[in-house]
């Protein structure tokens, strides 16, 4: 049986948020076509703590696992890094204990793949290795930095992170097998900046079974009406921005024609800022949830309002497939393969937006027809085990190559 290295940068589970539903489903693809060993980083106790529920649920394709909380702050990698000379992203996840198991797991195992997540596990990737290695970038991360280096107080040291990461992403794609990323614009992206490396798009997909309005969850309590809902990571910053941008820029017009309406902020560990917003009129700062589909399943719009952006916006198929009527930004609609007009609405600006917004309370049937159209879109394209297909092939070509 073949056996594969899978490295993350946080433990693949549970999937409830935007890069453990793709680590998690290509784990899980990767148990399929071998047994796979394990080696992520995990935010704290809590997260780690997951590993028995991942356990069950990979059953015998799991094999040898090291799950490490990660423990160095941003401070005390950003201090090591400039001393270093190196990425503060790569510092934060630098580790003895997390090299030390890979190199183990080598040595004792017949590997012959190593799958790394996030540009930040390459480099526990030892130089030379003799197994076929893929990478999976997810994103561009060097061009996220790049854009937040437009403005801001920090904005030397986002120039600084965004060069240092450029120059290592290109070292990487460069010994790789195969560089892989979440869309075919990100994939582009890379490719106009490092020209040699095998770069391709593989995209995230859904879970239609779990993410369908008729899916068993519980019920939403009785909600103000019209209900405008986020979903995301309240801590992450394009969502942090995302939504006071909203709350500033659209609501105040979408409030004046729709006095009633209610905007949602729904999603885990909102910062004091976001918090903040929950003192204004109409709008609500939920937290944590025990089901994020009971908040879409209720809404009469979600809105994805996103001004920076990377690879494919989860939060944009899971309200498609759960037929609720989206209005996303043009960088939260990048990569995503659908109709604008039909299966969503995009909007360039903030009055686009909240214009966006108006329309479809105010016309409940073009708003179906949107969210009927949204679903059969994602059901068509969107199937996590036609997205991760090309995995077979990568792997087996790598291998043959390596074995020539």
Known sequence: MREILFLAHRIPYPPNRGDKIRSWNVLKHLGSLGRVHLACFADDEEDAGHLDALRREMGAALGEVHVEVRRKGKLRAAAEALRAGKPILLTMFDSAEMHGFVRRTLDRRQVEAIYAFSVQMAQFVPAGCRQTFIMDFVDVDSAKFAEYAGAGALRWVHRREADKLSDFEQATAARAETSLFVSEAEAQLFRAAFSGANVRAISNGIDLDHYHAAAAFPPHAAAQRPLIVFTGQMDYRPNVEAVISFADQCLPQ??????????????????????????????????????????LAAA???????????????????????ARPVVASPAAFEGIEAQPGRDLLVAKTPDEEARAVLRLLADRTAAEAIAASGRRCVESVYRWDVRLEPLAELLSAGERRAAA
Do not use: Y
């Open 300 to 322: 009469d719009v979600v809105v994805a309002p996103l001004r920076i952006a990377r690879g494919i916006q989860n939060k944009v198929l899971e309200a498609m497939a759960m």
């Open 254 to 295: 979408i409030l004046r024609n729709a006095p009633s309406a209610c905007f949602a902020i729904v999603g885990r560990n909102p910062t004091p800022a976001v918090m903040r917003l929950s003192q204004r009129e109409g709008v609500i700062v939920t937290g944590s949830v025990p089901d994020v589909r009971s908040w």
